[in-house]
T-cell receptor, first 114, second 115 residues
Framework: GQNIDQPTEMTATEGAIVQINCTYQTSGFNGLFWYQQHAGEAPTFLSYNVLDGLEEKGRFSSFLSRSKGYSYLLLKELQMKDSASYLCAVRDSYSGAGSYQLTFGKGTKLSVIP | GAVVSQHPSRVICKSGTSVKIECRSLDFQATTMFWYRQFPKQSLMLMATSNEGSKATYEQGVEKDKFLINHASLTLSTLTVTSAHPEDSSFYIC???????????FGPGTRLTVL
């Protein structure tokens, strides 16, 4: 099974940098995803890490350490529209259902204040 | 990115009725589709995984006779909530992945309210 932990809520100031951490304990691992979800909407894909290290994509970066079971999402130059929940999700190894499955953390609700 | 649509976006029904939710991949062939449920302030919980042309695999605790999933084509999967009850009220989200995709693409979700 999978256990994924991330902080419940965070607050940061517009223009600042915020780091959202995610730790996981898994029976199998085939990649870690970060999604953004605004209230009442479906998640949208932000990043994917399967190897150790940092992946950068504009204002968003994601880091993975497989040996530590740890990832973080870094958001730079925060904007008010970045206020949302950020979901960490781990993909299993092959599940036998013909595909890999994502298990989601409970999400971190980020509030960006002026 | 690839587009996944869901219909309807909102549905309100009476207790005891059945509701069908459609999930379509618009510009790619979805070899695998996933159905999730999300209660307020909770994370997405996987209900079932379906591969085109085969029976869905349900997660533990999800009743397959209550939540009927059909994945008859590479672009369409349906979830039917049979004999819906107020406790089935939730946000249902589908996602789809094609053969050469790493990521899952999510539909916009369906808000189900059972009175």
């Amino acid at each position: 099974g999978q256990n994924i932990d991330q902080p419940t809520e965070m607050t940061a100031t517009e223009g600042a940098i915020v780091q959202i951490n995610c730790t996981y304990q898994t029976s199998g691992f085939n990649g870690l995803f970060w999604y953004q979800q605004h209230a009442g909407e479906a998640p949208t894909f932000l990043s994917y890490n399967v190897l150790d290290g940092l992946e950068e994509k504009g204002r968003f970066s994601s880091f993975l350490s497989r040996s530590k079971g740890y990832s973080y999402l870094l958001l730079k130059e925060l904007q008010m529209k970045d206020s949302a929940s950020y979901l960490c999700a781990v993909r299993d190894s092959y599940s036998g259902a013909g595909s890999y499955q994502l298990t989601f953390g409970k999400g971190t609700k980020l509030s960006v204040i002026p | 990115g690839a587009v996944v649509s869901q219909h309807p976006s909102r549905v309100i029904c009476k207790s005891g009725t059945s509701v069908k939710i459609e999930c379509r991949s618009l510009d790619f062939q979805a070899t695998t589709m996933f159905w999730y449920r999300q209660f307020p302030k909770q994370s997405l919980m996987l209900m079932a995984t379906s591969n085109e042309g085969s029976k869905a695999t349900y997660e533990q605790g999800v009743e397959k006779d209550k939540f009927l999933i059909n994945h008859a084509s590479l672009t369409l999967s349906t979830l039917t909530v049979t004999s819906a009850h107020p406790e089935d009220s939730s946000f249902y989200i589908c996602s789809a992945r094609g053969l050469n995709h790493n990521e899952q693409f999510f539909g916009p979700g369906t808000r189900l309210t059972v009175l």
